[in-house]
Structures are given as C-alpha cells and as structure tokens.
C-alpha cells in the first residue's frame, strides 16, 4: 500500500498534464463543432470532397453527418485513442523502468520485500491512473457534449459506453508499456519501443483504411478494433476484440513479472 | 553453517554478460558481532559481491547465506533484518528528507518518529529538506540514517565515507561501532585502509574480482608496510636497496623511495647516519600493498 501511494503522489503532476491535455482537446475540439453547426450541410461536402487516406488519419468516413453533435463526438475516439495510448504506454514503461534510471532501485528493493510486491503495487498504481483518466475524460465529455446536444435525447450512455471500450484500449497498452519497462532495463529505450509500437500500429490502421487488402491485418492494430459511431449508435461491442486486448495485457503483465523477478538490477 | 557466522559466502560468481567478469569465485565469512572489512581498488568487485548479496543481481554460480538462509530464496525476509548503504545514494528528489524517512520506515512496520530523530540529531541532519536541495554529503547522511533507522542485525556499508567531512566520518564512524556494541554486525567495503584499519576486526582484500586475502587486522598492521621516501645530496640508492626488507627501490632526481618491512630500529639507524635534507614516512596507499600481494603470488 505505501509503495501504490507513493507512486500516485510522484506522478501527480504528470498525471495532471495528461488530464489537462485531455479537457483542452475536448473544449477545443467542441468549440469547432459549434462553427460547424452554424456553417450546416456545406461542412460535410467539404470533408466527403478529402481522399480517403486524410480522412481515415482525421478519423471520419464519407457518410457521416458532421452537424450532429453525436457524430461529431463520434471522431474523438481516434484522438482518445492515441492520448490514452501513449499515456498508457509511458505510464507503464515508466513505472517500471524509472527505478534504475533514477538509481533508487537500491533504495526500494532492499527493502523486505518480493520484487513481485513492487511490481504488484505499480501496476495496481498505473490502472488506479489510467482508470481516474478515463473517467475525468468520461465526465468532461458527457458534460460538454450536453451543452452542444439540442437534440433532448441524451448522449450520456453510449459516451459511457465508448469509454469503456477505450478502457480496454488503456488496459492493452499498459500491459505493452509494463513489459517493455521491465524488458528493456532502460526508461528512455523502453519508451522509445513503446512509440514505435504505437506510431507502427496507427500507421498500420491507415493503412488497413486506404487498401482493402490489408484487411487480414486487422487484429495487429489495436486502432482499427473499434468503430466508434458503431459502439455509439448502435451499440455493437466487438467482443472477440475487448477480449484480445485484456488478454494481450495479462501476457504482458505476467511477462513483465517473469522478466523482472528473474533480473539484474543496474546500480 | 557454523553458529557464528551471520554472512557465508561461496564460490559466488558474477559475470555480467558472457564476458565482463564482475566476481571470481569469491567465498569468505562474515561472523556475528564483527566488523568486518571488504577492501579493494575500484572496479574490484566489492559492491558486485555486496549486491548479490542484496540479491539486487544474481549470481552466475555460487551461493551465499545469511543468518543461514540462502540470499537470493529468501531474500525478502533477510532482508528485514539488513540496514545497507549503498555506494551512491539516489533518492526520490522531490521528496522531503523525514517524508523519505517514513517511506523507508514504513516497510519494516511501525515509523517509529524517536528512532528518525535520534538519528538524525547525531548526523546532524535536517529533516525537512528536500532532497534534490541537499549536497551529496547530505545525501549520504539521509542514507545513512535510512539504513539504521530498522535497528538491523546486519549492518552493509558500500564505501561509506566517500563524501563526508572528517568530523561527520568521526560521528558515523562512533554511530557504527555504537551499533557493532549493541550486537549488530557490519561488513564494510572501502578503498581506503586507515579507514578500515580504525575500524575492522578482519578483512578481505579483493582485486580483479578475487579475494586475495583474508585476514585479521593486527597481522596486516604487523606485517605492513612503510613508505619511505628520503631526499639527500648524496646517492642513496646504493644504501637502501641492499637492506633487508626493502623493495621497490625507485630513485628520481635526488629522492629515493622504497616500501619498508621488519624493524623500523634498524631503518631509523641507517637514517640516522646519513645526512637528509628531507624524510618522510607514510602508509603505502592500497595499489603499493596489492602490489606487494601480486609479487608474493608470482
């Protein structure tokens, strides 16, 4: 317990710059939703009129309805996805690896206890993090979308529902970021890996949206899992896919517990 | 194991990769209620040996006990018992010094506030600095009262007075043998030998990752050696070298060094017939000793 509290007092201020991120793009993002209300129809002839591999970075397809404050919404998930992907990510390989980059390995581990101790408690410190993210993102965008929705038919439920598939997403990336901290026994190569990791595979699902042939590819993207409008609006969770990531991230949980108990710690 | 020894150590050896060799086959003991001396050049593999001992590494082969438990399987529960200062001391920066305290504390049960002030009252240490503000001297204090603060039975030392002043050296110096007097034992490994010879019952002398040799203070004081180093305007050389128990005869310009062993009555009469212009007599630093080692062996 005392090793969870220290670890979510030292990365409060990080943690407080990736929420704050996180607000701006929200606020930022609505208040262009709000010209694109006025401007009407005209918005999405001009987004139907960009190639298919512009619009599959931006995160919008041909048919969508730009005015509707739901759809709209609907195109944040991307950008979620690659902030919480990141943050995810860096969380983990930090957690772990920050240890012997700042030296204070030998401080924390002579201590009497199983290195498993510590790993469980920085694990349980990073989804404590990545959980209080997703549900500032939660809050904040069921309160803004509601002051743009004039519809009267709320947007709270499949926001909710969005983040809880986003969560999964977090999950997938943690376990990623975990291993790689306790795997490449350095921070800044560990986070190096995990932008690879995480630029390689958005590339990858841009790639899947502009040829139809790398389809089969799906699976090795994380960011082509989800349809955002589709878990919205229709309520379609895929769940062979929410299942692969929970899964990716216990082998890289378990993987990041085989590899550091077994380790030699730098001084 | 025998009753007495609280730390023993065997065969241990450490490669880091298949090559860069860390510690060669490095067995000694450490026994209950001794100061105990682990002595070496830098790059000797004393704080290798210290930190598979910590099983911060682990050995290529080899095993060590303490408190006649093997170190790496029950590592966690010696590990209750073991105050260790490590060579260099890192710490959380942004934290304040009793917060790091209480942190280090809390590990081992209760935070017992009259032990962290006791401590830090002797070192001289203020509590409510932050870390990142504190000189590296601090820094070493923090570890040091970090490393006492649980009343460990096994006190581990890496080179313990690099960074402090003379006095705080005195103060931790009369802080360890307090410790040593109230049952805890201590191994300590430094570069330097007075320090060790102030304090030490026995050592290990360790170079290039072996042990060299393990004695008992007293006979390595009886058997050391001076550095003698006299300046005249005469050519000594010729005088020194042919007299028993000299070696290493160097002469540079007009002064002639050379170690000393056996009957300093017999040196100081030679002295006494010559006319000197300067003399002086100094403890062999560690190398000049070593040196002496490697020669016996060849």
């Known amino acids: 317990m005392n090793i969870v509290l220290r670890e979510l007092r030292a990365h409060l201020r990080s943690f407080l710059i990736w929420a704050g991120t996180m607000v701006f793009l929200i606020f930022a ?19 139907d009129s960009l190639p298919a591999g512009l619009q599959a970075i931006l995160g919008m397809d041909a048919e969508m309805d730009l005015t509707s404050i739901g759809v709209f919404y609907s195109i944040f998930f991307l950008y979620f996805l690659l902030l919480m992907s990141v943050h995810s990510t860096m969380l983990g390989a930090s957690i772990i690896a920050k240890e012997e980059r700042d030296k204070t390995a030998d401080f924390l581990l002579v201590k009497p206890i199983r290195r498993s101790r510590a790993v469980t408690a920085k694990v349980i410190a990073a989804l404590i993090m990545i959980f209080l993210f997703n549900q500032i993102t939660f809050l904040v965008s069921a309160v803004m979308v509601g002051q743009y929705n004039l519809t009267g038919v709320s947007l709270t439920g ?23 901290g306790a795997f490449a026994r350095n921070a800044e190569r560990a986070s190096g890996i995990g932008t690879g ?66 380790r030699d710690l730098r001084s | 194991m025998s009753a007495s020894n609280v730390i023993e150590i065997r065969n241990l050896t450490k490669y880091y990769g298949k090559k860069s060799r860390g510690i060669l086959d490095v067995s000694f003991d450490v026994m209950e209620g001794e100061i105990f001396g682990f002595i070496g050049p ?3 593999g004393k704080s290798t040996t210290i930190r598979t001992l910590l099983s911060l590494i682990y050995p290529t082969s080899g095993s060590a006990t303490i408190f006649g438990k093997d170190c790496i399987r029950f590592g966690h529960e010696i590990r209750r018992h073991i105050g260790y200062l490590p060579s260099e001391v890192f710490y959380y920066d942004n934290m304040k010094v009793l917060d790091l305290l209480k942190y280090s504390a809390s590990f081992y049960g209760k935070v017992d506030m009259k032990r962290i002030e006791e401590l830090s009252t002797i070192m001289d240490l203020d509590l409510n600095r932050k870390i990142d503000d504190l000189s590296y001297g601090n820094k070493k204090k923090v570890g040091i009262v970090q490393g006492l603060l649980h009343n460990p039975k096994l006190i581990i030392l890496d080179e313990p007075t690099s960074g402090l002043d003379p ?30 010879q102030k304090l030490c019952s026995r050592v290990a002398i360790i170079k290039e990752g072996r ?29 020194f070298a042919k007299m028993a128990g000299v070696t290493n005869c160097q002469r540079i310009d007009q002064e002639v ?12 009469q030679v002295l006494g017939t010559r006319s000197l212009q300067n003399l002086t007599i100094e403890e062999p630093d560690l190398d000049e000793i070593f040196l002496h080692y490697y020669q016996a062996d060849a």
């Open chain 1, 29 to 47: 993002g609505l208040m262009k939703y709000s010209a694109f209300q006025k401007t009407g129809e005209a918005v999405n002839e001009i987004f």
């Open chain 1, 158 to 180: 499949p926001i909710f529902r969005l983040m809880a598939i986003l969560s999964a997403v977090q999950i997938l990336f943690l376990g990623i970021g975990l291993f790689l």
């Open chain 1, 197 to 262: 990791i995480i630029l390689g595979t958005f590339l990858l699902k841009i790639l899947i949206e502009i040829n139809q042939d790398f389809e089969g590819l799906t699976f090795l993207s994380p960011f082509s899992y989800f349809n955002a409008y589709e878990i919205m609006f229709d309520g379609a969770i895929p769940f062979g896919y929410v299942v692969l990531c929970i899964g990716t991230a216990i082998c890289g949980i378990a993987g990041t517990y085989l590899v550091y108990r077994k």
């Open chain 2, 42 to 44: 830098n790059g000797a």
């Open chain 2, 167 to 196: 006095l705080m050296q005195q103060k931790f110096f009369d802080l360890v043998q307090l410790e040593n007097r109230k049952g805890a034992t201590i191994l300590m490994s430094s570069h330097i030998l007075p320090e060790v």
């Open chain 2, 211 to 239: 042990i060299m040799k393990i004695e008992d203070i007293r006979t390595l004081r009886n058997t050391a050696y001076k550095k003698i180093a006299v300046s005249a305007e005469t050519d000594l050389q010729a005088d």
């Open chain 2, 257 to 268: 060094t050379f170690l000393f062993k056996g009957n300093v009555n017999d040196l100081v």
